[in-house]
Each structure stands twice: as structure tokens, then as C-alpha cells.
């Protein structure tokens, strides 16, 4: 550009200006601004748009997207079958049973429509007139502040969205989230859908998470059976379920079932007479809450838990099949009949022992100081499940007398007579009780008398032989004094009860039965640090020669020692690793049990000897089925195909994979379930002789004695018991053996086998059963065993060609009792009682050889 101007002299000048002229946005934003009609609706978009990225940062920048919605799945508890199917347990935090849409009654569902939403079907996810009151009276209440919370103005489609998408949050910010993701919802879902989320999720009080929950626990019903004014009073608890609680409140609970019984009627869902009829019921709530399932709890129930929290984790945040929500469905072998028999007879010989023994001390102790005794009982989770017996606190004391309470804020008196048992460490129960130990009682006459939880403790599991399954579990005297399990977790030394599987060891390598070993002295020489070791037998004295039989029958230390020592100690700690007993150093102490184990890890051992020497493993789990019954667990389950057949199609009969592994040879496991056989009939356990079936199992002490054992049983069922202290190794007593774990297994078995068919353990191909003499275990030619125990002759078991030969040496001979000389009536009976040949024993027995 250029100008031209002329000055006061009359010369002219000449300024030259030069403009580069520029392209794009910002030159074009440029030359519009500076026109002054844009300039100011310019500003207003740019206020906008900042506003639209303010509004977008604030309310929409994370919300949860609608997708999750269409594949949402509530969290619904776990629940736990028996071995016959029924439910017995559930793990939940919050009670939820899922329901379709169409598995809820229309009367039902107009219910709630009319007490939350009834333009439910016609709006678009908000109600516009209810979110302009609710902003009136939020505005209110801030303004007067007033402590109260404004009204909601929420649709059904509006809580959806703050339940599964949003917190509970008071705030306006909240409130237009929730709008949005309301409106995102309805495109996203149809209202049936949308319903049915609702209805399946809204807390109603008593734990009760969603509707069919709720029926249950206020009526104890299917939301199919419910009348009208049931379904209305659920349908009126979404507002406030404290308030309108029955049992407390009960007016208030009436008032408001009949507000929703009255809007019913003005959106003509009910006729006048039906809304009448309905205002005039009582409610009909049960006191209680009702429960799916008689929760039975315990020590089982508890490794059940374990077991599928290991395996899948506790919540939704673990993954999809967490214990507490993921909608389980648990198969497990629990028998309530045998846990039952089991948790009796282990309690009763836990009480046996410690009746007259001194009392240990209080279960717990709380602080009195301040009052609040009740709470913190309650807090302690303390109970008790043995007959009338409760637990409570010593709240005050005198010299006659002790007042007690209990977490459900009773409180009693206790005598000081029936707390007169003398405690460890001097004075008695009573005098040596404070206010705020916890102690156990039981009624008697007007008040209650103290009782004495048993000081020693132990463990019992039963299992199934050809599979393993775990039918009963008790870890102790009562879960509820203490969760833990002295089945699973507490590692303790065997003892004798390990002695099965060294003498396994030795038949595996090349012993036979009627092996003869010395039970004389045994001595090592164990290094410069810890000098010569001698080992000896428990009750003292020696025997000399003796067959292997003999030697486990009666749990002889020094044979025992002698034949690991023979053996090799590293083929004994193989096959003891191998059957899962544990991991145990080669040390000749390890065959007397000096090593750890546990109870059910020894009883899966025994299980494997009846077995024919194939592990199954423990399991208390048979399978785990997720919401929609597809099996989870355990991971190569696989189902029998034509198992369920209705008929025989002709073909071939279905046949599923053994299972687990071959850990000894069948011929030597049941070699030494026949010897154990020996030790009910003669050996240290005869107390268990008389129950009417063939029964094996094994003994087992430890130095002290401070642990007791007793592990055995049937063809088909085999079960442990552990006895012994927790604190510190403590003797149970001199001669303490057989005579306190082998009668808890005796009245588990008398009460388990008394219906059950009597069946024999069954040999494997090639086993030869031969007569030998049962002391010198050499072989019998002219004659038979006998019904009686302590036979001089006996039938053994042999692997072939490893049976003994006939004696011909002249000085043996000379030595055999002549043969009596039988009449006639005798003759006949050992004609009839006793067969003449083996084909005859071998048809007598059922040809099982």
C-alpha cells in the first residue's frame, strides 16, 4: 500500500506500507473478529464449547459404559450339595436368587411399578416432572439446611443405574450421572430386561438382595406364591427397608404396604374389592430369616470353603466364579448320616479322656471396662455346637455365685458348684474365673451350670476306598470355639500307624509274610556328634525270631527298625512319599513315625492299601458347576457318556477311566491289608474284633505317649482318628496306646456298618493263599484254620512261587503235636466246618482268590 501526502512546503512524500497477506484458519478467525456484527456470537460458541468440555469432564468423562449391562450378572451365593444331592450350605454375602422376567407374577411387578415407577413402560428412562421437584427440594434443604435428604424423583431405569453402574453418593453431581446413564440404558436395553436387573438386585432388608430373596426371608415363599398384599408389602420396602421393618416398626410396615396397595388401585391394576380384601390382611412376615438351606457349617464345610476360595478367589473382583458371588453350584461327598457318627463318637472319646482332668482355663477373654460386654461377645464369634451347651461371659462374681451373659444380651446365673472342677495350676474353676472370660455352659434348673470344653483335641476323617471321596471331616471339639481343622492342617508324628507302609516296602522287596526277623536288640552307630543309637520295644523285652506278620500285628519296634534297615531306608521314605504320607528323611526313626503327617493324608494311604495300591486322593469336592450348570471344576472332569442311559441300547457298556495312579503292586497291598486284618483279630487293636466285619487297620503311639492313633477299615469305607494335645507335646498317660483312638473308630464303624452288607476284602489276580503255621510261618499241609483268632494255623497270603516249602527235617517234625484221634460226631463236624481241600476254602469264601 501506498500513500501520498504533500507538506507545508509544497514537497510531496511518499510512505510505502507492505502487507503480507496470510491463508488458513487463524487468518481467517482473524478477519471475522474483525467485524464487529460476529465478534460476540463467536464468543458465545466458544463459551459453549468450553461449557460442553467443562460438562463432559464433570459428568460423562468416566462413566461406566451400558455394554457391561448386557452381559451383568449379579452376584449370587454358592450353594453346596450333600453326597445325595440335597442342599446343605451356602456362602453369601448377600442373600440373591436370579429370576427371568417372566418367572415374576405381573401382579408382582405392577406392585413395584406403582410404588416406584408406574410410567415405567411409556417414559425414556427419566421423569422429568419427578427430577424438577427433586432439584426443588434439594435446593430447599440446602438453603434452610435442614438434615434431612431431598426426594429422589428416580425411575426404575435411574436406579438401575446407581445400583450396578454408580455409588450411593449424595451429591447433584451423582444425580446427573445417573440421568445419563439412565437415558443410555433405555437405548441400550429393553424395559423388560431393565426390570428384570431391578428386580433381581434391590436390597430389601434381612440381607435380602432382590425379590424372590426377599420372599423367602419374609415369608418363606416363592415370589409365585405370594398374595397381593405380600407382593405389596415387598413391593413398598425399596424406600426404606429399616424403617418399614416388620417386626420393629410394624405399623409403619402396614402403613406403607397399604399406600402401595392404594396406588395399585388408582392406576386400575386391582378392583376395589381386591384392594380392600388385601388392606385388611395382617402382614404374615415370619420372625425370622429364612434360609435356603439348614446351614450345617463344621470343620467339612469349612475346608469346602477353603478349597474353592483357593481355587477361584472370594469376589467378582477375583473373577467370574468367586465364592461369594458367583452363583456356584458345589457337588461334594459329605454324608450327614457319617459326619454325624463321626463328630459324636470323636467328641465322646475327646470327653471321655478329659473327665476329671483339670480345667485348662476360659475359652477367650474380653475387656469389662466399659460395659459394652455384649458387643464384643458378639464380635468374638464364639459358639459352640455340642448339645444344649452355649457360651458366655462372666460378667460379675461373689462368693456363691457368677451372673453370666450372652451375645444375645441374656444374662443367667451361674452356681459355684457346678464350676467346683479343679484348674491347672491350683484352686478351682470358679475361684479362679474373672469377669470377661469367656467359659461354656448349659442349662440346669434356673440358671446354668458350667461346662468344660475338653483340653485335648484331634481329628477323624472317613473316606471312600475306591475313590476317595471324604464322607466326614470333624477337625476338633467345635468349629465354632476355633476354625482350625486338626484333619487337615495339624501335622503330627504317626507313629506306629506308619509301620504299614515300611513292612510294604519290604514286601515289595522281596520279603514275604512269613519272613522271619529277629526282635532282639538293634543298635547304629549314627556319627562322632551323635554316638551309637539303641532302639527298643515299647512295653520293653525281646521275642527273638519272628515272622514279619507277627512283628506288625504287634507293633514290634526293634523288628520294625531291623526290617527298614534291610529294606534300605530310601526305598521305605519313597514309598511313604509316594503314598502322599509326607516327606520324611531316611532315618531309621522315620519307620517308627517319627516323621509329620496328617490325618487325612495317612487315611488316603490306608485307602490306597484297600485299594490294591492305587491312590485315588482325598477329595471332598466331586465337581463345581458355575450359574448355568457347565462344570468348572476340577479341570480334566469329564462327563461318562451313556452313564444316564435309560435302557440298555445294546452296545457296549460305558466304561470311565480309572482313576489316579498305581503306587505299589496289588499283590503286596493286599498282603498287608491280610496282615492288618491280624492285628483287630490278635493284635493291638482285638477291642475292634467283634463288630462283624472284615476289618484292617493299624495302631499308632508316639514317645510320650503324646499322640494316639488309630487308622483302618472295610473293603469299601476307611476312616482315621488323631488324638493329642496342641500346646506342647503332653502325655496322655501310661499305656495310653489302642485304648483311647481305636474305640472312637470302634462307634463310628458299629453305627456306620450296622445296615451293611458284610463283604470281604477281595485278593488280586495271582495272589496264592496258603495254610501256614502262624508262628514259625512255615508252610501246612495236615491242617486247617480254624474260626479261632489265635489259630496255630492260618491262611496267607503269597506272590507266587515266593509261598514257603514243606519242612522234611526229622527234628521239626518230631516236635508237631500228634494229631487227636476223632470219633464219629467229631469227624462229622470237621467234615462240615472245615473244608478238606483248598478248591473247597477257596468255593466257601466265594471263590474271591
Known amino acids: 500500500m501506498t500513500d501520498i501526502a504533500q507538506n507545508d512546503t509544497g514537497e510531496t512524500s511518499m510512505d510505502v506500507k507492505l502487507r503480507r497477506e496470510t491463508k488458513g484458519f487463524f487468518a481467517g478467525l482473524r478477519r471475522v473478529l474483525s467485524k464487529r456484527r460476529y465478534r460476540w456470537p463467536l464468543y458465545l460458541l466458544g463459551i459453549a464449547i468450553l461449557g460442553l468440555i467443562a460438562f463432559w469432564f464433570t459428568f460423562m468423562r468416566d462413566l461406566p459404559s451400558t455394554d457391561t449391562l448386557l452381559d451383568y450378572e449379579p452376584a449370587l451365593p454358592t450353594f453346596v450339595r450333600d453326597v445325595n444331592g440335597e442342599p446343605v450350605q451356602s456362602f453369601a454375602r448377600e442373600r440373591r436368587v436370579e429370576l427371568a422376567f417372566e418367572e415374576y407374577p405381573p401382579q408382582l411387578i405392577r406392585a413395584f411399578l406403582a410404588a416406584e415407577d408406574a410410567d415405567f413402560f411409556s417414559h425414556n428412562g427419566l421423569d422429568y416432572p419427578g427430577l424438577a421437584a427433586a432439584a426443588i427440594d434439594f435446593v430447599r434443604i440446602e438453603v434452610t439446611g435442614a438434615e434431612e435428604r431431598a426426594r429422589g424423583g428416580s425411575t426404575i431405569t435411574q436406579q438401575v443405574a446407581k445400583n450396578l453402574l454408580l455409588t450411593d453418593e449424595y451429591s447433584i453431581t451423582r444425580k446427573i450421572r445417573e440421568a445419563i446413564l439412565a437415558t443410555r440404558i433405555e437405548g441400550a436395553l429393553t424395559k423388560q430386561r431393565i426390570l428384570e436387573l431391578y428386580l433381581n438386585q434391590i436390597f430389601l432388608g434381612r440381607n435380602a438382595y432382590g425379590v424372590q430373596a426377599a420372599s423367602r426371608a419374609y415369608f418363606d415363599k416363592d415370589v ?40 395399585m388401585r388408582d392406576n386400575d391394576w386391582i378392583s376395589e374389592a381386591e384392594y380392600t380384601a388385601a388392606r385388611a390382611e395382617p402382614l404374615g412376615t415370619t420372625r425370622s430369616t429364612q434360609s435356603v438351606t439348614d446351614n450345617v457349617d463344621g470343620y467339612y464345610m469349612e475346608e469346602v470353603r477353603r478349597i474353592l476360595v483357593d481355587s477361584f478367589g472370594d469376589d467378582a473382583e477375583d473373577g467370574p466364579y468367586g465364592v461369594y458371588s458367583g452363583g456356584l453350584w458345589v457337588r461334594t461327598s459329605y454324608d ?65 455365685a457368677a451372673q453370666i451373659g450372652f451375645a444375645d444380651g441374656e444374662t443367667a446365673s451361674l452356681s459355684r458348684g457346678s464350676a467346683s472342677v479343679a484348674r491347672r ?7 479362679t474365673m474373672q469377669p470377661g472370660d469367656i467359659i461354656t455352659v448349659r442349662p440346669s434348673g434356673s440358671g446354668y451350670a458350667f461346662v468344660k470344653v475338653p483340653d485335648i483335641s484331634g ?41 504299614p507302609f515300611v513292612y510294604a516296602a519290604a514286601l515289595e522287596n522281596g520279603m514275604t509274610p512269613a519272613s522271619i526277623i529277629v526282635d532282639g536288640p538293634f543298635c547304629v552307630y549314627q556319627g562322632a556328634t551323635l554316638g551309637r543309637k ?15 506278620r507277627w512283628g506288625l500285628e504287634q507293633s514290634r ?87 444316564n442311559a435309560d435302557d440298555w441300547d445294546g452296545g457296549r457298556m460305558p466304561r470311565p477311566p480309572v482313576p489316579g495312579r498305581q503306587i505299589i503292586d496289588p499283590m503286596t497291598a493286599f498282603q498287608m491289608v491280610h496282615i492288618l486284618e491280624g492285628v483287630i483279630q490278635r493284635g493291638t487293636a482285638t477291642i475292634l474284633r467283634d463288630l462283624g466285619h472284615p476289618i484292617f487297620g493299624k495302631t499308632g503311639t508316639t514317645t510320650g505317649p503324646t499322640n494316639v492313633w488309630f487308622v483302618g477299615g472295610t473293603a469299601n469305607l476307611v476312616a482315621g482318628v488323631y488324638m493329642g494335645y496342641d500346646r506342647q507335646n503332653r502325655s496322655l498317660g501310661f ?29 488280586p489276580r495271582g495272589i496264592r493263599m496258603v495254610r501256614i503255621d502262624r508262628r514259625s510261618g512255615r508252610r501246612v499241609f495236615g491242617g486247617w484254620p480254624s474260626q479261632d483268632s489265635h489259630s496255630a494255623i492260618i491262611w496267607e497270603a503269597f506272590r507266587p512261587d515266593s509261598e514257603p516249602t514243606r519242612t522234611i527235617r526229622r527234628d521239626v517234625l518230631a516236635r508237631r503235636p500228634a494229631r487227636p484221634v476223632l470219633n464219629e460226631a467229631e469227624q462229622n463236624t470237621v467234615e462240615i466246618d472245615a473244608p478238606r481241600n483248598d478248591s473247597e476254602f477257596l468255593q466257601s469264601e466265594g471263590g474271591i482268590y
Open 735 to 763: 499305656g495310653a496306646g489302642g485304648t483311647l483312638a481305636a474305640p472312637i473308630f470302634r462307634q463310628f464303624m458299629a453305627e456306620t456298618l450296622e445296615d451293611q452288607a458284610v463283604i470281604p476284602f477281595r485278593a
Open 459 to 499: 481329628g477323624m476323617v472317613v473316606e471312600d476306598v475306591q475313590t476317595g471321596r471324604v464322607y466326614a471331616m470333624q477337625g476338633g471339639f467345635s468349629s465354632g470355639l476355633e476354625d482350625f481343622n486338626r484333619a487337615t492342617q495339624a501335622e503330627r508324628q504317626p507313629g506306629s500307624s506308619i509301620k
Open 336 to 400: 450327614p448320616d457319617m459326619q454325624a457318627s463321626a463328630e459324636n463318637a470323636l467328641r465322646a472319646g475327646l470327653l471321655r479322656f478329659d473327665r476329671g482332668r483339670p480345667w485348662a482355663g476360659p475359652v477367650a477373654t474380653i475387656p469389662m471396662d466399659d460395659g459394652e460386654w455384649r458387643s464384643r461377645l458378639a464380635s468374638a464369634n464364639l459358639s459352640v455346637d455340642y448339645e444344649d451347651w452355649r457360651v458366655a461371659v462372666v460378667i460379675s462374681k461373689d462368693a456363691s
Open 557 to 643: 519296634n526293634l523288628m520294625t527298625v531291623r526290617t527298614a534297615s534291610e529294606t534300605g531306608m530310601e526305598n521305605v521314605v519313597e514309598l511313604i512319599s509316594n503314598a502322599g504320607i509326607g516327606e520324611h528323611e531316611p532315618f531309621l526313626s522315620t519307620s517308627l513315625g517319627s516323621g509329620d503327617t496328617s490325618v487325612l493324608r495317612i487315611v488316603n494311604a490306608y485307602g490306597m492299601l484297600a485299594n490294591h495300591g492305587r491312590d485315588v486322593g482325598p477329595s471332598l469336592i466331586d465337581y463345581v458347576q458355575d450359574r448355568r450348570g457347565e462344570v468348572i471344576y476340577p479341570a480334566n472332569w469329564r462327563a461318562c457318556e451313556g452313564c
Open 425 to 431: 495350676g491350683g484352686g478351682t474353676a470358679f475361684s
Open 224 to 263: 409365585a406364591d405370594l398374595e397381593l398384599h405380600e407382593a405389596a408389602f415387598l413391593a413398598g420396602l425399596p424406600q426404606a427397608p429399616s424403617r418399614y421393618n416388620p417386626i420393629t416398626n410394624p405399623d409403619a410396615a402396614i402403613g406403607r404396604r397399604n399406600v402401595v396397595l392404594e396406588l
Open 534 to 548: 539303641c532302639f527298643r520295644n515299647s512295653g520293653g523285652g525281646v521275642a527273638g525270631p519272628q515272622t514279619l
